[in-house]
């Protein structure tokens, strides 16, 4: 009895440390919205400039999450969980403590390369940690509580933070969790012994042509919004997309690639990576038009509008402690996916009323909970098919591939329905044209979360046998 339950205390522990930094990590995904302006004014930047403080966080966290995968399933997934912990606790104090718009940029690249190492490396110690199928839904339902709350909580907190202490803040509040972290890193499930020449066996080829064709890609889709740098948009998609091209043939004939073109054949990853793209382009515009419905027609101040949307992170933390689990074990993961695209498409199409006058309790709180019900239902839903259908070999890859079609996924969204939005803002002469351009912007990401519940019941709904784990590699035989 004592030893089983030193190993159920020891397992809430490893929970704890993977799900805190997971939290930290996906705050800094909004947290530096409200404290734009406070940046803007402090290091004498343009709307231009912002941008970047932003995009080079998001660029570097999608473009590297192959990367961050393949690493973690040749070196060890508590080793490369502790080298991206130290880049990101790092680039934390560097961002917060810049004093000029190329050291924050900069810093903020780095975070992204950390965060999407930390992402990749603790999805693989989630499945190879929690084996049995009730305490691996829980542990999932806690991930997925964390990942969901992470972009509200951003929000919420960011306007306070800025407020009281200042833009810095935002940044070297991640250095407390960081390090504290990285005290408890020997609690993780030890590495499998691995050859002494892994990291000979990375793609590099595969890494520079894969990551460079994601950041090229990510860069050109934020700037096709803004019409002096379309052509050089244009131009850059092509070359990303090219790139994209060679990198799929170097996988192809690579012997150790980074991205094992066979785990396509696994219905559960490729459908996970299609439903993920539409998750992230569905509701991450949805926080960026709450903000700009609540700040510039309702009249919010930044520290007001990031209240308002804090609901979404209490609800989906209750809902995924709670009923997440149970619904797991008994309708199954793509029946939670579909349930909680579904809940998301009704709490968007619920903001595409939003009035021009709105009383709070009546017309935004409802969208809030029942995007908090749906967001960590997609999360874990969406997640747990790919990384427990394939070998615990492959567990990081299968991660990194379908958290990078999310980030893919959310910078398409962001562009597309916030460009849609401006555009009928624009042209419009019709009264009240600004909150007009707003609903049917929320009406564009419920249709986006809707076609990916349908996606979810056509690509998803059979289970996958049980895979058979890889044989270990003889030292004697194997070719480096």
């Known amino acids: 009895m004592t030893n089983r339950g030193a190993l159920a205390a020891r397992d809430r522990l490893i929970l704890l440390v993977i799900t805190v930094v997971e939290l930290v990590v996906f705050l800094d995904t909004t947290v530096l919205n409200v404290a734009l302006p406070s940046i803007g004014a402090g290091l004498g930047l343009d709307e231009a400039g912002l941008g970047w403080v932003t995009n080079a966080y998001l660029l570097a966290f999608g473009g590297f999450m192959l990367l961050g995968g393949r690493a973690g399933d040749l070196l060890g997934p508590r080793r490369v969980f502790a080298s991206g912990l ?62 969901a709350a992470g972009a509200a909580i951003g929000t919420a907190v960011g306007g306070p933070l800025t407020d009281l202490f200042g833009w810095p803040s935002i940044f070297l509040i991640n250095l407390p969790v960081g390090v504290l972290a990285l005290t408890f890193v020997r609690v993780l499930p030890p590495d499998p012994a691995r050859s002494d020449r892994a990291a000979g066996r990375l793609d590099v080829p595969g890494a520079i042509t894969g990551t460079a064709a994601l950041l090229i890609i990510g860069y050109a889709i934020g700037a096709l919004g803004d019409e002096s740098t379309r052509a050089l948009a ?18 192809a004939r690579s012997s150790h690639p980074l991205m094992p073109l066979r785990l396509f054949t696994f219905r559960q990853v490729s459908g996970s990576a299609v439903v993920n793209a539409l998750v992230g382009a569905a509701h991450v515009p949805t926080f960026a038009l709450l903000a700009l419905y609540l700040q510039n027609t309702q009249h919010y101040s930044p520290t007001e509008s990031g209240l308002a949307v804090l609901p979404v992170a209490v609800v989906n933390i209750v809902v995924s402690r709670t009923l997440i689990p149970y619904a797991l074990d008994r309708l199954g993961a793509w029946r939670v996916l579909a349930a909680g695209l579904g809940l ?47 070998g615990k070999a492959d567990a990081g890859i299968a991660a990194g591939i379908v958290n990078t079609a999310q980030r893919v996924g959310s910078g398409l969204g962001v562009t597309t329905v916030l460009l849609l939005a401006e555009l009928v803002a624009q042209r419009s002469t019709a009264p009240h044209a600004y909150r007009a351009g707003l609903n049917l912007a929320f009406a564009v990401a419920a249709a986006l979360a809707a076609i990916g519940a349908v996606l979810t019941v056509a690509l998803l709904r059979t289970s996958p046998a049980p895979v058979a784990e890889p044989e270990p590699e003889n030292p004697a035989t194997a070719h480096d």
């Open 234 to 251: 244009a131009a850059l998609l092509g070359t990303g997309l090219a790139l994209l091209a060679c990198f799929v043939l170097i996988e």
């Open 86 to 147: 130290v880049v990101f606790t790092a680039a934390s104090a560097l961002a917060g403590f810049a004093a000029t718009p190329a050291v924050l940029i900069g810093a903020r690249a780095l975070q992204g390369l950390g965060a999407a190492v930390v992402i990749s490396a603790q999805l693989a110690l989630l499945a190879t940690t929690f084996t049995g199928p009730a305490v691996r839904n829980r542990a999932f339902g806690v991930w997925s509580a964390m990942a």
């Open 344 to 390: 998301q498409a009704l709490a968007m199409a619920w903001f595409a009323r939003l009035p021009e006058h709105a009383t709070y309790l009546i017309d935004v709180l409802p969208g809030t909970i029942l995007l908090g019900i749906g967001l960590p239902a997609a999360f874990v839903g969406v997640t747990t098919p790919a990384v427990t259908s394939v």
